[in-house]
């Protein structure tokens, strides 16, 4: 797998993508249409590749899913704002090979944060799985947080 900016003329099918992924959220405890915001927006989605933030996850020439990134270089942080992989392809490991290619895309990061509905079992055992700590609850959020233990730095070892 791995992700490039979004393309154009992806942007439906990444949406019809998204529609299908938060929508099985019910099975994890979520209420029907309580999905994210701009989830099933084709603007909105327009809107996050023009701003560079829209990633399309890639097996091949296979689109499986996407995730919304906020990198901020001046913290040496990334923002996870989400990820979905088509429900076609749920429970066949895609989920965590898109997140290993975000944190590989981003060399840089000293640190990965993102956030889930404390509802949502699924997300939540996915997060603490790869290694993500909770570093706060608010407004019915869990707010995530991966430090690498050493940044990705070149050493001069003479």
Known sequence: MYIVKAEANQIERIVDMS??????????GGAEGD???GFDSI?????????GHLYQAMIGKDLVGAAIVFPD???KSVYIGRIFIDSVYHRKGYGIRLMECIEKNF??????LLDTPCWNERTNAFYKRLGYR????????AFYQKRKSEPNTIRNFT
Request: proline share 8%; with cysteine; charged share 30%.
């Open 19 to 28: 529609i299908r992924a938060f929508e099985t959220d019910v099975n994890v």
């Open 35 to 37: 999905c994210p915001p």
């Open 43 to 51: 603007e909105w989605h327009k809107q996050m590749a023009w701003e």
């Open 73 to 75: 270089e001046t913290e």
């Open 107 to 112: 060399p840089w990061a000293a640190e990965f």
């Open 134 to 141: 909770i570093v706060k609850v608010e407004d019915g959020f």
